[in-house]
C-alpha cells in the first residue's frame, strides 16, 4: 500500500536543497518582474539591478526575506519559506494599471514556467525509464530513481522539489488577496476604471495585513489537494493515499 508522507526530514542535504530552490525561485520570480516593469516603462527596478538571474541584488534588497528565513525554515522545516520585493513607480502604475497588472502577473508566471519545466523532465525521465513510480511519496520525493547512480536520486529530488515548490509559489501569489500578486494582476482582467480603484483600495496597509492573514488561513487547506493534484499528473496510472 502506498502512502503520502508530508513530513520531511530535517537533514542538511536536504535542507540545502530547498533553500537552493527557494533561492532560484524566488530569483526568477522576482527578476520576471523586473523585466516586465521595464518593457512597460518603468526602469526603477532595472536601474536597482533587478534584472538578472543572480540572487545578490534580490538578497541585498531582501536579506532577511531572502537568506535568513529561508535558511532558518530550511533546516527547521524541512522546506524553506521567505520573501522578496521588487521597486516601482507608484506614479506609472498609477498611470497604467494593465503594465502594472502584467508586471504582478510576471512573477507567478516565472515560477509557473519552472514548475512545467520541472513536470516536464519528471515525466520525461518516467517514460525512459530514468524515474520510476517510489513507493512512498514526499514534497522531495516523488520519483524514483531506477539506478544506484547518486546523480540520478540528486537529480530526482531537485526537480521533485522544483516542482512542488514553483506549484505552491504560483498558487500562493496569485490568491487575490493585497499585498500578494493576484490582487495586482485582477487589473489586468478587468476594465481599467476598476483597475485604478483596485489599486487605491489595496494600497492601504491595513488591507495588506489582512490580506496576509486571510491568505496564510486559506493556503494550508489548499497545499493537500494541490499535491496530490500533482501526484495524479506525475504518476497518472498509480494512486498513492
Do not use: C, K
Amino acid at each position: 500500500m502506498r502512502y503520502w508522507v508530508p513530513v520531511e526530514p530535517h537533514a542538511i542535504v536536504q535542507g540545502l536543497l530547498w533553500f537552493a530552490a527557494f533561492l532560484f525561485s524566488t530569483t526568477v520570480h522576482e527578476a520576471a518582474h523586473a523585466l516586465a516593469s521595464l518593457r512597460g516603462g518603468d526602469p526603477t527596478a532595472y536601474l536597482g539591478g533587478q534584472v538578472s538571474l543572480s540572487p545578490l541584488p534580490h538578497i541585498r534588497r531582501e536579506p532577511i526575506g531572502m537568506l535568513v528565513v529561508p535558511l532558518l525554515t530550511a533546516f527547521t522545516n524541512g522546506w524553506a519559506i521567505g520573501w522578496a520585493s521588487t521597486p516601482y513607480d507608484p506614479l506609472w502604475a498609477s498611470r497604467y494599471p494593465r503594465r502594472a497588472a502584467a508586471m504582478a502577473a510576471a512573477g507567478p508566471a516565472g515560477n509557473l514556467l519552472i514548475a512545467v519545466l520541472a513536470f516536464a523532465a519528471l515525466r520525461g525521465g518516467l517514460l525512459a525509464g530514468l524515474f520510476e513510480s517510489p513507493e512512498h511519496v514526499a514534497l522531495s520525493h516523488l520519483v524514483e530513481a531506477a539506478s544506484d547512480a547518486p546523480w540520478l536520486t540528486a537529480l530526482g529530488a531537485l526537480v521533485s522539489v522544483l516542482l512542488v515548490q514553483n506549484v505552491l509559489l504560483f498558487v500562493f501569489n496569485m490568491l487575490p488577496f493585497p499585498p500578494l500578486d493576484g490582487a495586482s494582476a485582477i487589473g489586468g482582467v478587468v476594465p481599467e476604471r476598476v483597475a485604478l480603484w483596485l489599486r487605491g483600495f489595496t494600497a492601504n496597509p491595513a488591507f495588506s495585513i489582512l490580506g496576509i492573514f486571510i491568505a496564510w488561513q486559506v493556503f494550508p487547506r489548499v497545499v493537500g489537494p494541490i499535491f496530490s493534484a500533482l501526484l495524479t499528473l506525475v504518476h497518472p496510472a498509480d494512486r498513492y493515499s
